[in-house]
């Protein structure tokens, strides 16, 4: 079984940058995504890659923002956030993914979540 640890989350200000990792042992990778949950609010598709980095969907809300990337040596995915609004803030989590599509439903083998806060 894969475990998948998240970490690189912290407190920006608005318009700010961080750059979140996704670190895997037990197996190799595939087809990993990051989704993030807010507050209140149920967990989100953010972005995912596949094993070669040749697919990479993300979320409308997030495209030209973020770009996902992955070190296949380092078994390790990554998420840049780039321009962060305080709509961004939620604890966000990667996970392989086990089914065909992009939902919550699709991906197992959770991390244990990195907190992003956004300030105004």
């Known amino acids: 079984q894969v475990q998948l640890v998240e970490s690189g989350g912290g407190l920006v200000q608005a318009g700010g940058s961080l750059r979140l990792s996704c670190a895997a042992s037990?197996?190799?990778?595939?087809?990993v995504g990051w989704f993030r949950q807010a507050p209140g609010k149920g967990r989100e598709f953010v972005a995912a890659i596949s094993w070669s980095g040749d697919i990479t969907p993300y979320a409308s809300s997030v495209k030209g923002r973020f770009t996902i990337s992955r070190d296949n040596a380092k078994n390790t995915v990554y998420l840049q956030m780039n321009s962060l609004k305080p709509e961004d803030t939620a604890v966000y989590y990667c996970a392989a993914r086990s089914g065909s599509g992009l939902g919550v439903t699709d991906f197992g083998s959770w991390g244990q979540g990195t907190q992003v806060t956004v300030s105004s």
């Open positions: 037990g197996r190799t990778l595939r087809t």
